[in-house]
């Protein structure tokens, strides 16, 4: 063996899994250079608008402008018709009655906002006052009275 052949890289195989681990890397690299050149274009599309010194806006320039924004278009896949989703094939609303799942969520908030009504009520009352003894056996019923009666 030649020392040359020692140094030559060993071929390697791209796989379904390497394009699929890379997509969207690649994709990102696709837009920021998508993006380089429409700064580019616009760039150079304002600076005719600007001037005015009776050059019209270059049409090259238009035309490599659309093709970009198609390409990016493409990208992310704007032009793509997704397929209607019908309420059968639909595992997450399949046989939810909606009425009744908005009504317990709907209760759910109701007993929150009351628990929070309560809790702001307590904090701006202060605490509620200590009654002293004589305070307790005035407020009792005289028919109630646990004492004997003689």
């Known amino acids: 063996m030649t020392k040359v052949e020692e140094l030559e890289p060993t071929p390697r195989e791209l796989t379904d899994d390497d394009i699929a681990t890379a997509k969207p890397r690649v994709r990102w690299l696709h837009l920021q250079r998508y993006e380089q050149l429409w700064d580019r274009v616009q760039e150079r599309v304002q600076q005719d608008q600007d001037h005015d010194n009776g050059r019209p806006i270059d049409p090259r320039f238009l035309e490599i402008g659309i093709r970009i924004l198609k390409e990016e278009a493409a990208l992310y896949q704007m032009g793509r018709v997704l397929p209607p989703v019908e309420e059968e094939d639909d595992p997450s609303i399949t046989g ?55």
């Open 96 to 150: 939810v009655d909606r009425q009744a799942l908005v009504l317990a969520q709907l209760e759910d908030l109701e007993v929150k906002r009351q628990a929070q009504a309560e809790d702001l009520r307590r904090r701006t009352e202060g605490p509620a006052p200590v009654p002293t003894p004589d305070q307790e056996s005035s407020n009792q019923d005289p028919g109630l009275d646990p004492s004997p009666q003689p």
